[in-house]
């Protein structure tokens, strides 16, 4: 699986972005996605993910009601639409798959990523 994210870029607060997350090289629906974060100088964390099975969605508590990840069936594309972003919500965003039945909130269970896209959130 090859995953190319984007879309990243500067807003400032209470702005909205929109990220992208291209997946190539397996079939759609046998795939979780998910997004992580990492901030400068902090650990990488979990964002949201939708996994293939079913239409469920999981958000970290921090991103929960500003955030939506979705994904367009006829693009092997995934979406993380984030509003009401914070001065917290800088980092650089990556999307992951995975292609097992393991846990979808466990970043070591994420064997694919993308190359990261940055979001600066800033007046």
């Known amino acids: 699986v090859q995953l190319q994210a984007s879309g990243g870029g500067h807003v400032q607060p209470g702005g909205s972005l929109r990220l992208s997350c291209d997946a190539s090289g397996r079939t759609f629906r046998s795939i979780d996605v998910a997004w992580f974060r990492q901030a400068p100088g902090s650990e990488r964390e979990f964002v949201a993910t939708?996994?293939?099975?079913?239409?469920?969605?999981y958000y970290a508590d921090s991103v929960r009601g500003r955030f939506i990840i979705s994904r367009d069936n006829a693009k092997d594309t995934w979406f993380l639409q984030m509003n009401r972003l914070k001065y917290e919500d800088t980092a650089v965003y990556y999307c992951?798959?995975?292609?097992?039945?393991?846990?979808?909130?466990?970043?070591?269970?994420?064997?694919?990523w993308g190359q990261g896209t940055l979001v600066t959130v800033s007046s």
């Open positions: 939708m996994p293939w099975r079913g239409d469920r969605r």
């Open positions: 992951a798959a995975k292609t097992d039945s393991s846990s979808v909130h466990e970043m070591s269970n994420y064997a694919y």
